[in-house]
């Protein structure tokens, strides 16, 4: 009797968690969503994000600038670890054509967004770093990062 009591709450324990596997897999990414150039100036809202080791994770930008696209366009770049992102935004300067990504640091992007105008969103998924750190992301847009368009994503169990 003992057996078959035991046996029918593991059978419901197991179905259960596997609901909520289910359940966890259909709910998909945390969103994380930023305004970048807000009253026009050249910062995102969300300077700071944190998340676990191997998360998934959806950053939905929105440029709120009003100026055109061409003089205050705003993308994301998610950067590796220990990557300078000012020298990042230096290299890519004058590399409009590949959206001011230097194409010689490529592999240090994690993750993007293209460039923006006023009022046009865009989204990259992405799953967070395994290793904890920091992880900086900016806005490769000429001398935005340097004005101070960056932020990090803070990776931490």
């Known amino acids: 009797m003992k057996s078959k009591l035991l ?3 593991l ?15 259909e709910v998909g990414p945390r969103v994380v ?12 809202d969300v300077a700071s994000i ?15 600038s009003t100026f055109p696209k061409n003089v205050m366009g705003h993308n994301w770049i998610l950067l590796a670890k220990g990557t300078d992102p000012v020298a990042f935004a230096n290299a ?14 490529k592999d240090k992007v994690l993750a993007s967004i293209g460039i923006l105008g006023p009022n ?7 799953t967070a770093p395994t290793e904890p750190g920091e992880y900086p ?8 990062c340097q004005i101070g368009m960056k932020g ?6």
């Open 7 to 9: 046996a029918s709450l």
């Open 11 to 25: 059978v419901a324990v197991a179905t259960l968690s596997g609901l909520s596997l289910l359940r966890a897999a």
């Open 33 to 44: 969503k930023i305004r970048a150039g807000a009253d026009n100036a050249l910062k995102f």
């Open 50 to 64: 944190t998340a676990a080791p191997g998360e998934s994770l959806k950053v939905v930008l929105t440029n709120a």
């Open 92 to 105: 890519g300067a004058p590399e409009a054509d590949n959206g001011h990504i230097p194409a010689k640091m």
């Open 120 to 126: 046009e969103t865009g989204e990259a998924t992405f």
């Open 137 to 144: 992301f900016l806005c490769t847009f000429p001398a935005h």
């Open 152 to 157: 990090v994503l803070v990776v931490k169990k």
